[in-house]
């Protein structure tokens, strides 16, 4: 792999604009498996996706924009623009922005191959039962443990 640049408007960019949309920057499979980078565009009163865990990889969270809610453990945290969040695997967690505004996060996955599964349920119709389908990737979900959060809220999945 030879040195590049990303250019603000370069990417793959899938999802809804009302949720949260995500734009793939490095596919693992051009690093070896080692990484994947993708940013996360979240609507105001957006959830990035239910309360999950993923059993293969860590997930390093970096606030570009905005303010980012995550919960994990039942706690609520709050991160704001430079803050860095470590979702390590096997740990239940979710995300979302519960503010009027934009908010942007740099997502650095490791290893990579977890951005597949982003692909998968960004393109995924909104009536399909994506368990199946993300659970090659080591992923499992509870939407009745994101429900609290998107009343309390008033978040959307877009």
Not at 58 to 85: C, K, N, P
Not at 89 to 108: I, Y
């Amino acid at each position: 792999m030879k040195t590049r640049i990303i250019r603000a408007g370069d990417g793959e960019i899938l999802g809804s604009p009302l949720g949260c949309r995500d734009r793939f920057l490095i596919d693992s499979k051009d690093w070896g498996g080692n990484l994947a980078v993708v940013e996360h565009l979240l609507a105001p009163r957006s959830i990035a996706a239910p309360m999950h865990r993923h059993t293969l990889e860590d997930e390093f969270s970096l606030i570009l924009q905005g303010r980012v809610w995550y919960v994990t453990a039942g706690e609520e945290h709050v991160a704001e623009v430079g803050d860095l969040v470590f979702k390590p695997r096997g740990e239940w967690h979710t995300f979302f922005n519960a503010s009027d505004k934009p908010a942007r996060v740099l997502e650095l996955i490791s290893p990579g191959g977890l951005e597949e599964a982003f692909r998968i349920i960004d393109t995924a119709p909104e009536d399909l039962d994506l368990g199946p389908l993300v659970e090659p990737y080591g992923c499992e979900a509870d939407l009745d443990a994101t429900m609290p959060y998107i009343e309390k809220y008033g978040l959307t999945f877009g």
